[in-house]
C-alpha cells in the first residue's frame, strides 16, 4: 500500500520532469530564455486557441467559432508559434485552423458569419476595397463569398506587384477551396504568372504539370489572347519584361578568379597606417597598438572607376586605375585621439559598412570623437564625386531614437537597413526594440519602419580589451519583392519590401540572453575562436541560416514556408558563399560542406583562420587574404595551391574585392590594388571540372 501511494504522488513529478526535458530543445516564442523575441500575442489569445480546440474536439461549433472571433483585430497581427520553429501571425493560425474544420463545423461556420463577409466584400470599394477583401480572406475564407475575395484580392495584389502574395491567394482557392465555382483553369494559370514573376521556380514546375495534366485540353481567354491555360502561360510569362527570372534564383557566370602563378608588383599602395601613427610618441604608439582599434579592417566598395573606403567613420574615394586620393572626410592622424581613451575601444570596428551606387555613397559609422559607450551608430549619404554630405541621419528627426546596427542594402529602388532603440539603463527603459526601415536613398525620406520584435540581449555590456561572445548584427537579403532580416541572436524574419508588413519569422537554436555585466577593463586573455554574423545565403531556392550564437545550420524554403534540413555545425563558423552543390565555410579553420549528402568535404587550416575578412570565392578557387600572403584554395580538394605573397605581409589579414581590371587587397595597414592578369585555362592546368556557378547577387 506504501509503495502504492508513493508512486501515486510522485508520477506527476516525474511525468513533469520528462516534459521540461523534452521542451528544452523546442524553440518557441514564448520561452522567457530566448534573446529574442517577436511583437507577441497576448495570454487571452493563446486562451482563445485552446477554447476553439476543446469546443471543437465536442463539435459545439457555435461556441469553438465565437472563440477565434473574440481576437481583436490588433492582435490577429501578433505572433504566435506555428509548425516546426515557424513564428506565425495570429491571423494565419486562424486561417489555418478554419482551413481543418470538418464539413459540418464549414457547414455552421457558413450559417453563422456568410452574412458578416458577404457585406464586407459588397463595401469592398475606393478606398476600403484592399483593406476590406484583406480581412474577408484573412478572417472569412471558407464563407461562400470567400474564393471570390481571394480572386479579386489576387488580382489587386498583382497590379500592385505584390506577386508573393497574388500567388498565395490564388493557390489557396486551387488548395483549400475544393467547391469553388471559379474556372480552376484560370486560377491556376493565375497562380502560375504569379509564381513566374516572384520567382518561386520548384511551385511554378509544379502548377505547369498541372496546367498540362489537368487542363491541356480546357480553351480560355486571357488578355484577348485564347488558348490552352499552358499555350497563355508561355506567350504570357515570355512576353513579361519584369519576369523574375533574373531577379531571383537562376545561377549566373561570374568573371574569373585572379591568375597569381607568378609574382606581380602592385599598380598602387595606400599606406594609411602610416599616416596614422605619424607624428605619434613612442608611449602614444605603444598605446595605439595595444589598441584593437589598430587592427581593424577598412571596409570598402567598387563602383564604376572608383574604390569608396569606410576606416572607423574616415571616408575616403581612390582612383581604381592610379590609386589617388580623389576626396576624404577627415585627415587619418585624427583617428589616434579616440585610441588614446580607453573608452574608444567600445568602438566595434566590425559595425562600420560602406555602399555606393550610381551618384550616390552612403556610410554606416559612429562619431570617432564621441566618447560615450552608448554613442548610436549613423547614417550618412555623400555625392560619389565630391564626397560632399547630402544628408546625415542624426539631422533627420525620424532617427533620433534609433540606433543603426546592419550594412544598408539597396534594392527595388529603396535603402534597407536594421535599427535598434537605443540601452539607457541610466533611465531605467524596458528593452531595445529591433525595427526595419525602408529609407528614400535621395534623401533619407523614412518610407515605413517595421518592428521586429523585442531584443533582450545586450551587447553593450561587453568585456575589454577583447569580446568574450560574438557580436550579433543582423543581416538583410532581398529576394523578389520580399526582406529577410537575419537578427542573429534566433529570429530570422520576412518582411514584404513594399509595405512593410512583418509575415513569418523562424526561430532557430541559439545561446540564452546573459545575465547583464558591466563594461571593464583588463589584462589580455586569448579569446576563444568566435565567428561574425554572416549573410544568409542563396542556393537555388532555398535559404542558408546560421546564427552567430547558434551551433545548427538550417536550410528554408521560404516560398513554402518549410524547413527542409538542419544540421549541427560549430559556433564558430560563418557562412562564406554557396553554389548548388558546395557551401563554403569560414571560422578557425577554411571549409567545404556538400549541400547534397550535408557532409564535410573538405577543411583546411590557414594562418590567423577565417574568421573575418572578404574570401573571393569563384568556380576554379577560392582566394583569402592572410598575414603571410594571398592563399588560393583548391574548391574540390581543399588543397593550397600557391600563395602569393604580395606587398601586405605582416597585416592582420582582410578583404579582397576584384573589379574589372585590378585585384584589391585591403587589410588593417594598406590597400594594395595589383593589375588583374586574365586566369589561364582550367584545361592547361589540368584540374578538375568546376562547382556549379554561383548564384547571382540580390541586385
Keep these: 500500500m506504501r509503495w502504492a501511494i508513493l508512486t501515486l504522488v510522485l508520477l506527476p513529478s516525474f511525468a513533469q520532469a520528462q516534459i521540461e526535458v523534452v521542451d528544452q530543445d523546442q524553440v518557441s516564442n ?4 530566448r534573446p529574442f523575441v517577436m511583437p507577441a500575442a497576448s495570454t487571452e489569445v493563446k486562451e482563445a486557441l485552446d477554447d476553439f480546440e476543446r469546443f471543437r474536439r465536442r463539435n459545439a461549433w457555435e461556441r469553438a467559432l465565437k472563440a477565434l472571433y473574440t481576437i481583436p483585430e490588433a492582435q490577429a497581427r501578433r505572433f504566435i508559434d506555428g509548425d516546426k520553429g515557424f513564428i506565425v501571425p495570429v491571423a494565419r493560425k486562424r486561417h489555418a485552423l478554419l482551413n481543418s474544420l470538418s464539413p459540418e463545423g464549414r457547414t455552421a461556420y457558413r450559417l453563422f458569419y456568410d452574412a458578416e463577409a458577404r457585406k464586407l466584400f459588397e463595401d469592398a470599394d475606393g478606398p476600403a476595397e484592399l483593406g476590406n477583401l484583406e480581412r474577408v480572406y484573412s478572417a472569412y475564407f471558407l464563407t461562400t463569398i470567400g474564393d471570390n475575395a481571394a480572386d479579386r484580392l489576387g488580382d489587386l495584389y498583382f497590379e500592385l506587384g505584390r506577386f508573393d502574395r497574388a500567388a498565395d491567394c490564388w493557390l489557396s482557392i486551387l488548395r483549400e477551396y475544393p467547391d469553388s465555382d471559379l474556372t480552376p483553369a484560370l486560377v491556376a494559370l493565375k497562380a502560375a504568372l504569379a509564381l513566374t514573376r516572384a520567382g518561386r521556380v520548384s511551385e511554378l514546375t509544379s502548377i505547369r504539370r498541372e496546367l498540362a495534366d489537368r487542363y491541356n485540353d480546357e ?35 561570374l568573371t574569373a578568379g585572379p591568375d597569381l602563378s607568378a609574382p606581380v608588383e602592385p599598380a598602387w599602395q595606400l599606406r594609411f597606417a602610416d599616416s596614422v601613427e605619424a607624428g605619434m610618441t613612442s608611449p602614444e604608439l605603444t598605446q595605439w597598438e595595444s589598441n584593437p582599434l589598430s587592427t581593424a579592417i577598412p571596409t570598402a566598395v567598387s563602383e564604376g572607376a572608383n574604390l569608396f573606403v569606410n576606416y572607423l567613420g574616415h571616408v575616403f574615394a581612390l582612383d581604381l586605375k592610379t590609386g589617388k586620393l580623389r576626396w576624404r572626410s577627415a585627415a587619418f592622424h585624427h583617428l589616434e585621439v579616440s585610441a588614446m581613451q580607453n573608452q574608444g575601444r567600445g568602438n566595434n570596428p566590425t559595425r562600420y559598412a560602406i555602399m555606393a551606387s550610381g551618384d550616390f555613397v552612403w556610410s554606416l559609422a559612429r562619431d570617432p570623437k564621441d566618447q560615450n559607450f552608448y554613442a548610436p551608430f549613423l547614417l550618412t549619404c555623400r555625392r560619389a564625386e ?258 602569393f605573397r604580395g606587398q601586405d605581409l605582416g597585416a592582420a589579414g582582410g578583404d579582397l574585392l576584384l573589379t574589372d581590371d585590378r585585384l584589391v587587397a585591403v587589410s588593417n595597414r594598406t590597400i594594395s590594388a595589383y593589375p588583374r592578369r586574365p586566369a589561364p585555362a582550367r584545361a592547361e592546368r589540368g584540374e578538375d571540372p568546376a562547382l556549379n556557378r554561383k548564384r547571382a547577387s540580390n541586385e
Excluded at 519584369?242 to 531577379?247: E, H, L
Excluded at 542558408?544 to 544540421?567: C, F, P
Design 219 to 253: 480553351k480560355i481567354t486571357v488578355g484577348g489572347q485564347t488558348g490552352s491555360p499552358l499555350q497563355l502561360l508561355e506567350r504570357l510569362a515570355g512576353a513579361d519584361p519584369q519576369r523574375a527570372d533574373a531577379t531571383v534564383s537562376t545561377p549566373q557566370p
Design 386 to 643: 565630391t564626397g560632399e554630405i547630402v544628408w546625415h541621419s542624426k539631422d533627420l528627426a525620424d532617427y533620433a531614437a534609433f540606433d543603426l546596427v546592419s550594412p544598408p542594402l539597396l534594392a527595388a529602388g529603396k535603402l534597407f537597413i536594421v535599427a535598434r532603440t537605443p540601452a539607457t539603463p541610466q533611465q531605467q527603459q524596458g528593452l531595445p526594440q529591433e525595427l526595419v526601415l525602408a529609407i528614400q536613398p535621395r534623401d533619407g525620406k523614412l518610407l515605413w519602419k517595421t518592428e521586429i520584435g523585442t531584443f533582450r540581449q545586450n551587447n553593450m555590456y561587453q568585456f575589454f580589451y577583447y569580446n568574450q561572445a560574438p557580436v550579433a548584427e543582423p543581416r538583410l537579403v532581398y529576394r523578389a519583392g520580399a526582406l529577410f532580416v537575419d537578427t542573429h541572436v534566433g529570429v530570422l524574419a520576412r518582411v514584404d519590401a513594399d509595405s512593410g508588413s512583418l509575415e513569418w519569422g523562424f526561430g532557430y537554436r541559439t545561446d540564452a540572453a546573459p545575465i547583464q555585466g558591466r563594461i571593464f577593463f583588463g589584462p589580455y586573455q586569448p579569446p576563444d575562436p568566435i565567428g561574425i554574423s554572416s549573410q544568409p545565403l542563396s542556393a537555388g531556392e532555398t535559404l542558408l541560416i546560421k546564427g552567430v550564437q547558434s551551433d545548427r545550420l538550417y536550410a528554408i524554403d521560404t516560398s513554402r514556408m518549410a524547413l527542409l534540413w538542419e544540421r549541427p555545425i560549430a559556433k564558430s563558423a560563418r557562412l562564406l558563399d554557396a553554389t548548388e552543390q558546395r557551401l563554403f565555410l569560414g571560422g578557425p579553420e577554411l571549409s567545404a560542406l556538400n549541400l547534397g549528402t550535408k557532409a564535410l568535404a573538405w577543411s583546411t587550416r590557414l594562418p590567423h583562420g577565417s574568421t573575418d575578412g572578404e574570401v573571393l570565392v569563384r568556380s576554379e578557387g577560392l582566394w583569402q587574404l592572410t598575414p603571410r600572403g594571398i592563399f588560393e584554395i583548391d574548391p574540390q580538394s581543399g588543397a593550397v595551391r600557391r600563395i
Design 30 to 33: 514564448d520561452k522567457p530564455s
